[in-house]
């Protein structure tokens, strides 16, 4: 168990559809990211919630909206939404202070865009 | 200039050898240098970090940080096949830590061991 546990695991969606990727994490941290994994690419961060609060916000198309709740969750609502947007979407968490910057990974949710 | 660059490889290595995984990053101001393991179809799984120059070994991976090169490494000593992944490096700061923000990565190194 990595302490941060992604829902769904594996999600097809048509272009026309709403639906919502979903995170929670058990590590009492007060961070937590959105990252994109396409393949051959590098993680490209997306969003980052400090506090409940947006930081940083990797200009990311409109139609991925992030919502964090509280500390422990956090949610990336997706609509219409494109063929290349297929990927392992991942959501990670951190505590800012020790190991600085120290970031835990879910295991990801694979989107697929129909 | 990319923030931190990493040789996508792969790095191919027999069974039993060292295998040198290097990364360069631009930020003079990074403080914490991280290794990361991602397998196939996995999410990154945190292998080290290191923040003083010099070395820190654990088990098999020693991390090597030379700050004024803008250099880290990771050494992988008698690699086993289970070894064979993709090798992720990151670096943050501490202003970059404290403000929420996050690790940036390096498009990672492939390694494949064969035994």
């Known amino acids: 168990e990595t302490g941060v546990t992604q829902t769904p695991r594996h999600l097809v969606m048509g272009m026309t559809n709403k639906k919502s990727l979903k995170c929670e994490q058990h590590?009492?941290?007060?961070?937590m990211y959105w990252y994109k994994q396409s393949a051959k690419k590098p993680l490209e961060l997306m969003f980052v919630?400090?506090?409940?609060?947006?930081?940083e916000n990797n200009s990311v198309p409109s139609r991925f909206s992030p919502e964090c709740p509280n500390s422990s969750h956090l949610f990336l609502h997706l609509h219409t939404l494109q063929p290349e947007d297929s990927a392992l979407y991942l959501c990670?968490?951190?505590?800012?202070?020790?190991?600085?910057?120290?970031?835990?990974f879910g295991e990801g949710s694979w989107l697929t865009v129909v | 200039q990319k923030e931190v660059e990493q040789n996508s490889g792969p790095l191919s290595v027999p069974e039993g050898a060292i295998a040198s995984l290097n990364c360069t990053y631009s930020?003079?101001?990074?403080?914490?240098f991280f290794w990361y393991r991602q397998y196939s179809g996995k999410s990154p799984e945190l292998i080290m970090f290191?923040?003083?120059?010099g070395d820190k070994e654990d088990g098999r991976f020693t991390a090597q940080l030379n700050k004024a090169s803008q250099y880290v490494s990771l050494l992988i000593r008698d690699s086993q096949p289970s070894d064979s992944a993709t090798y992720l490096c990151?670096?943050?700061?501490?202003?970059?830590?404290?403000?929420?923000?996050?690790?940036?990565f390096g498009k990672g190194t492939t390694l494949s061991v064969s035994s």
């Open positions: 930020d003079r101001g990074s403080q914490s």
């Open positions: 590590l009492g941290h007060n961070a």
């Open positions: 990151a670096v943050n700061s501490r202003a970059r830590a404290q403000a929420g923000t996050a690790l940036i």
């Open positions: 990670a968490s951190s505590h800012p202070l020790y190991p600085v910057g120290t970031i835990y």
């Open positions: 919630y400090s506090l409940e609060e947006r930081v």
């Open positions: 290191i923040y003083s120059n």
